[in-house]
């Protein structure tokens, strides 16, 4: 069964940067698409980013896009998320899942919290 563990999460200032890790056990990573997920205070939990298992596509959110960089380390069978040029705004808990919509994520780990603020 896989397992994912999201860790990386700090506080920041804005424009400062952060790597989100997410480390899978279980299985390998190869089968599995990974996304990145947040939920913002009061807030909806949205998609931000998802790379495939097969060719390494990467998706992401408006709000990520020229900012976050998503990347899979196969040997390490871990996932990370760049975020680069942080605002206010990016302040959410930030979950990965082996799924690339919220709505298909039966089970939800702990997240890591990402702080922007001065």
């Known amino acids: 069964q896989l397992r994912l563990v999201e860790s990386g999460g700090g506080w920041v200032q804005p424009g400062g940067s952060l790597r989100l890790s997410c480390v899978a056990s279980?299985?390998?990573?190869?089968?599995?698409?990974i996304g990145w997920f947040r939920q913002a205070p009061g807030k909806e939990r949205e998609e931000v980013s998802c790379i495939s298992s097969s060719d390494s596509t990467t998706y992401y959110a408006d709000s990520a896009k020229g900012r976050f960089t998503i990347s899979k380390d196969n040997a390490k069978n871990t996932v990370y998320l760049q975020m680069n040029s942080l605002k206010p705004e990016d302040t959410a808990v930030y979950y990965c899942?082996?799924?690339?919509?919220?709505?298909?994520?039966?089970?939800w780990g702990q997240g890591t919290q990402v702080t922007v603020s001065s």
């Open positions: 279980g299985r390998s990573l190869d089968y599995d698409a």
């Open positions: 899942a082996p799924r690339c919509t919220v709505k298909a994520v039966r089970s």
